[in-house]
């Protein structure tokens, strides 16, 4: 459990063979009180895929059948927070404490040591909240299903769990109550941890500075100085704006026939809720007209190598709409164009002459967000080289803006993204689940992220009918 930082990557296993969809399966049939929307397939993953809406509530849920028996499910809601108590993450951790069909002390943990899981965990992001595990095993998968869904629809969310995951103020000495009252608590804690962190920190200034206008301008992991004011009544209000069928969206993935899986969420959760509005995707972030500037203050690191080198110097970017796949894939290509490899023209400006140890950890593109992230950082920096560094990714910039890049470069990054498709490792549906949940928060379409070759095939048309594609994107 925990505050999501990053999705799981490309792996090693060949290609399978496609999975029949139960027979009978088309648009507009009604399958246990949902009803079909789409029903594509995505051949270069070996993927069938299914779209379908909850009649009732309006929850969302896709099943990509595959000939892979690590089968996937995920639970997901849009979870907005308006201040830095941390409020999602707790209630992340504390739903898991026990829920009405299963009341006992932590149902998740003893989960851990009785399920023959592949993987089992929750994860609170920006403005969403999941709920993912996988297994290879269908009476395990039916009661890791079991378990999950109760959590998040039929929590008990007592107070006592409130304080443990949250926060409580108890001696420091519990053998002696004269002794110094202090705060504790596991999220309390764990946030304390990412704070103490540089570069945690510096990655949590980026977003709320660079998207200070809605949801990202606040802490959703927690701030140690503000989880103290979040109150149990709150945290069970939260949950019931946000943890609602209608607010939902399931994914399902692997080799068992999802019709199960939608009858049993039907039956015992769905069917007895009534249709709310779903909370409000989170807007796109104005545009600026003109660039700002933050210094985050952090602790030096004892065990640095070079005790003068501890400056972080990052320039950010708010770019497009992460639910949109042609752009969000465009831009990713570039990003790993500009700083992947020994031949990167970041490589070269930032690396090469030594002004720094490395790149910072959230370098890059990331679509986490409404508005998609480009970062380009540099870090074990003497501070008086700030300045230079700041040129030195404004002239880099311009000359890949003038000069552009390679054709091989291009071919060599797209012919990456390709291999990344054939060889894929067994957590493939773990990824997928993942990888997916973000854009569709945002109302992208799901299907058209999985479409990989397709974009790359109308990538591959724009630089055929503009060599100069990629310079004149702004």
């Not at 201040?83 to 707790?90: E, L």
């Not at 110094?180 to 596991?186: Q, S």
């Not at 995707?281 to 602790?299: A, G, H, Q």
Request: aromatic share 10%; hydrophobic share 35%.
């Amino acid at each position: 459990m925990g505050i999501l930082r990053g999705f799981l990557r490309k792996g090693n296993f060949a290609a399978l063979r496609f999975q029949s969809r139960p027979a009978g399966s088309f648009v507009g049939q009604e399958i246990h009180g949902f009803i079909v929307k789409r029903v594509e397939d995505i051949p270069e993953l070996f993927i069938k895929s299914t779209v379908l809406s909850h009649i009732k509530t309006g929850a969302d849920y896709i099943h990509l059948a595959r000939d892979d028996s690590n089968n996937v499910f995920s639970i997901g809601f849009r979870t907005i927070p308006t201040d830095s108590t941390g409020v999602p993450h707790i209630l992340e951790h504390t739903v898991l404490c026990g829920s009405q069909k299963y009341p006992v002390r932590d149902p998740f943990f003893k989960m851990l040591n009785r399920s023959l899981s592949t993987f089992m965990n929750a994860m609170t992001g920006p403005d969403f909240t999941m709920y993912p595990f996988s297994t290879q095993n269908d009476k395990d998968f039916r009661n890791l299903m079991s378990v999950y869904l109760d959590a998040v629809f039929n929590p008990k969310l007592e107070k006592l769990d409130f304080l443990q995951e949250g926060w409580r103020l108890e001696p420091e000495n519990l053998e002696d109550p004269n002794s110094k009252w202090i705060i504790k608590g596991v999220v309390f804690n764990e946030m304390k941890g990412v704070y103490a962190d540089p570069q945690s920190n510096l990655s949590q200034k980026i977003m709320n500075t660079l998207l200070p206008s809605h949801t990202y301008a606040t802490v959703y992991g927690g701030d140690p100085l503000k989880i103290p004011s979040l109150t149990w009544e709150q945290l069970k209000n939260f949950h019931r704006q946000f943890y609602h069928p209608s607010n939902a969206k399931f994914i399902s993935y692997g080799n068992i026939p999802f019709e199960n899986h939608l009858k049993f969420l039907d039956e015992e959760y769905l069917s007895k809720y009534d249709k709310i509005d779903r909370a409000a995707v989170v807007p796109l972030e104005p545009k600026w007209t003109t660039s700002r500037r933050i210094e985050v203050e952090s602790r030096n690191d004892p065990m640095a190598p070079e005790k003068d080198k501890q400056t972080t110097v990052a320039v950010s970017f708010s770019l497009n709409d992460a639910s949109d796949p042609l752009e969000s894939t465009i831009l990713q290509i570039i990003s790993q164009l500009l700083i992947d490899g020994p031949n990167s023209p970041f490589y070269k400006s930032l690396l090469e002459p030594n002004i720094g140890i490395g790149y910072t950890p959230v370098t890059g593109y990331d679509a986490h967000s409404r508005n998609a992230m480009f970062t380009i950082g540099l870090q074990g920096v003497k501070t008086e080289d700030s300045e230079k560094v700041i040129e030195v990714i404004r002239t880099t910039f311009e000359d890949a803006a003038k000069n552009g890049f390679p054709t091989e470069r291009i071919e060599a990054v797209l012919h990456k993204i390709e291999l990344s498709i054939k060889h894929q490792r067994s957590n493939f549906g773990l990824g997928l689940a993942m990888g997916l949940t973000p854009p569709w928060n945002h109302e992208g379409d799901p299907l058209e992220f999985l479409k990989v070759n397709e974009r790359l095939s109308r990538f591959r048309n724009q630089i055929k009918e503009n060599p100069n594609f990629l310079q004149e994107k702004n």
